[in-house]
DNA sequence: CTGCAGGGGTAAA
DNA sequence: TTTACCCCTGCA
């Protein structure tokens, strides 16, 4: 464990509030400088912008360029898939201009089916807590600048601990469904890394649909924000539900528009660009 | 102060 | 297709 530094020129879609507050993520928190610190792994990361430059400063075992290269995705080029969406309609080309600084991270695929499940019907200031919480007492504490971090929490660390302490944590109903989440993937009723080498977004979607407490649109989210990285899906909650109906469906009570038509909408209009274009529609209709 | 709706859904009826 | 579910917050 070493302290390391990587430095780069800024690339096209990169900003930090975008990449952090636009719902993918749970564990990042702002510094007083704007700066912006979170694990990855069993790495501390802290992430400033600095005029032209993006300076990524850790307390990492691998090397931290590596590291933050895979996680940030730095070799996707935004600017042609941007332009792409863009071109669709005027709502595709506002939302992306405000969004222009997102960039859809590779997540780990466990951590991220967690988080997710977490998240169900719940929001983000209390996802965050539990998360927290969770990798505070089943995690590796990890000291940098004196203060103490937390990793999240492996399969391995979580195959013991019983219903009754996550209800303890404060996770509600959604303690049964971690729990056998997590006895699932522990014994690989459903293999993770084989999940990662299956190129079928369907199949791996079906798989990930079997885990308690995971949906549609929770398969979806995970799908699109861990390192399974698939652009073709379409995570559908109420506020994709608000865009698309105020946008193109125009229903006047917006409960009543069915999953179905949205998707059908999204495959006609966003094609496999369809999980980004979400996330820009997403992210501009929730900050206005 | 109490009551209640609603929040980035899922599972069971 | 409808409903309950844990917990927190905002607001009447």
Redesign the pocket.
């Known amino acids: 464990m070493q302290e390391q530094k990587y430095i780069i020129e800024k690339p096209d879609s990169f900003e930090l509030k975008d990449i952090f507050e636009?719902?993918?993520c749970f564990r990042w928190n702002e510094e007083q400088d704007g700066s912006y610190t979170g694990v990855i792994k069993n790495a501390i990361i802290n992430v400033k912008v600095e005029g032209k430059n993006i300076i990524f400063t850790g307390k990492c075992e691998g090397n931290i360029q590596d590291i933050v290269k895979y996680y940030f995705d730095l070799d996707t080029n935004y600017k042609k898939i941007k332009e792409k969406l863009s071109n669709i309609d005027e709502y595709l080309k506002t939302s992306v201009e405000f969004g222009k600084g997102i960039r859809i991270l590779n997540q780990d695929l466990w951590e991220t089916i967690i988080s997710f499940i977490i998240?169900?019907?719940?929001?983000?200031?209390?996802i965050k807590g539990i998360i927290e919480r969770l990798s505070k007492k089943y995690g590796n504490k990890i000291e940098w600048n004196g203060v103490k971090y937390y990793t999240f929490p492996s399969a391995e660390q979580l195959k013991n601990v019983s219903i009754k302490e996550y209800?303890e944590l404060?996770l509600?109903?959604r303690d049964v469904?971690l729990y056998e989440t997590t006895q699932k993937i522990v014994n690989k009723e459903i293999d993770l890394e084989k999940l990662k080498n299956n190129p079928n977004t369907e199949e791996v979607r079906e798989e990930l649909l079997k885990l308690?407490?995971?949906?549609?649109?929770?398969?979806d989210?995970i799908l699109l924000f861990s390192e399974l990285k698939r652009y073709d899906v379409f995570p559908i909650?109420?506020?994709v539900r608000r865009v698309m109906n105020e946008l193109y469906i125009k229903e006047d009570d917006e409960t009543k528009v069915?999953k179905k038509k949205i998707e059908n909408l999204a495959n006609e209009k966003f094609g496999d660009l369809k999980g980004l274009a979400q996330q820009y529609l997403f992210y501009w209709r929730r900050e206005n």
Do not use: M, T
């Open positions: 636009c719902g993918q998240s169900a019907n719940n929001n983000i200031p209390r209800r404060g509600g109903f469904r308690s407490g995971v949906g549609p649109k929770v398969a989210c909650d109420v506020w069915s």
